[in-house]
């Protein structure tokens, strides 16, 4: 039987032992409504009680001010969806160029109803421009929507500052920071943003279930009408499995932050740098002075990524060639794209996303199959090793 080596954990994780465990009564045995008036139905509300101070604890914040939702796409609507909602004479939307289509979809479709959306450019290296951002913010600035760290290259945005900044103009601050808990601290005391999203299945939760931090007097309208749930802010009934087993990832996640930055990110260099010690034309794309500890994201030059995972995926290696919500488009990543990435690598660029559970025998299996596969590709590739390309990409 095929080894499996799992190195996309950027696309979703392994559900925690500790939360599937936790998780379990909640499918037979505590199966009751939490607005239910008995006590079979009602007790479970003392367990989502629980469970949102749990997540309250992760931001650093009052359980109040915690909203679940059904995933960190939800969340993101939600943000900016309800800001428009509850500020309508205000019409202007800051973003970056490289955000997950979550916001950047969303933001489209704002667009689409006559609102005037601004995507901020990044450098070579992912970084946004701070002095550009507050260039670009006016009286009629709504939002401003950015990403704490990138799902594709690792890259995080200095968002402490970039709340400063935001805040300073007197407009709402939202956060993406779906790919951030268990790696990096998100607390609301030192980073002065209105709304944060998360999504408990990146970091070691269940899937189908995310929360929006909203900071006690943010206005927002109403995103998904129905009952009294969620004080009113989100009707529909609590998918109470799920809420409990995000409570539990919130608290191994915020116990796992040292494991993190320590014993993942020297497994993710050691991947890293076996990979180009070994396989010539290839680089890193990416600031590596400011990432995830979990991610890299590597070009190969003169092949194509889709060849690539198909031949780990023989081996039992599972990766990504950029976001898991696009990953059915030939088109380039938007973010390589928007870092200005050369086309021959472009095409050829893979994200390996380790996690805790992720071994060194994991690391060495990729670094003694990936070689031979990427020498052996480019033996077979229309391009070859020394074919005319572009330089970068068509904008």
């Not at 943000?79 to 509850?86: E, F």
């Amino acid at each position: 039987m095929t080894r499996q080596v799992y190195l996309d954990n950027n696309a979703t994780t392994m559900p925690a032992p500790e939360v599937v465990e936790e998780m379990l009564p909640f499918f037979t045995e505590k199966y009751g409504n939490p607005s239910s008036i008995h006590t079979f139905g009602s007790s479970v509300a003392g367990d989502i009680d629980l469970a949102r101070e749990r997540v309250a604890q992760l931001f650093n914040c009052t359980p109040s001010e915690v909203v679940f939702t059904s995933c960190g796409t939800e969340s993101n609507n939600y943000a900016l969806r309800g800001a428009a909602g509850a500020q309508p004479e205000k019409t202007h939307i800051i973003t970056t160029m490289v955000e997950h289509p979550a916001i950047l979809t969303t933001c489209r479709s704002l667009q689409r109803r006559g609102y005037n959306i601004l995507e901020l450019p990044v450098d070579r290296k992912g970084r946004l421009d701070l002095d550009r951002l507050a260039e670009a913010i006016t009286d009629q600035t709504l939002v401003v929507t950015v990403m704490y760290a990138n799902n594709e290259t690792g890259t995080v945005f200095p968002v402490e500052k970039v709340g400063e900044i935001v805040k300073s103009r007197g407009c709402l601050f939202h956060i993406d920071a779906v790919q951030v808990p268990g790696k990096l601290p998100v607390d609301v005391n030192k980073i002065p943003a209105d709304m944060i999203s998360i999504s408990a299945h990146k970091f070691h939760g269940p899937k189908g279930v995310g929360a929006l931090y909203v900071r006690r007097g943010t206005r927002l309208r109403r995103f998904m009408t129905g009952g009294h749930q969620e004080r009113g802010r989100r009707g529909g009934t609590e998918n109470v499995p799920g809420v409990v087993g995000m409570g539990k990832a919130c608290e191994l996640a915020i116990s796992s932050i040292e494991e993190e930055r320590k014993i993942v990110a020297a497994r993710r260099d050691s991947l890293e740098q076996g990979i180009l010690k070994a396989i010539p034309n290839c680089a890193i794309n990416g600031d590596i002075e400011s990432r995830l500890p979990n991610t890299t994201n590597i070009g190969f030059e003169f092949i194509e990524g889709e060849a690539i995972l198909l031949m780990m995926d023989r081996k039992g290696i599972s990766a990504s060639s950029g976001s898991a919500c696009t990953s059915g488009s030939l088109e380039p990543s938007h973010v390589l794209r928007a870092m200005g990435v050369d086309f021959k690598s472009m095409h050829g660029s893979i994200r390996f996303s380790l996690s805790r559970y992720t071994t060194d025998d994991d690391v060495d299996y990729v670094l003694d199959k990936l070689p031979p596969l990427i020498a052996r590709l480019r033996e077979i590739s229309p391009f070859g090793m020394h074919a005319r390309l572009p330089e970068t990409a068509p904008r």
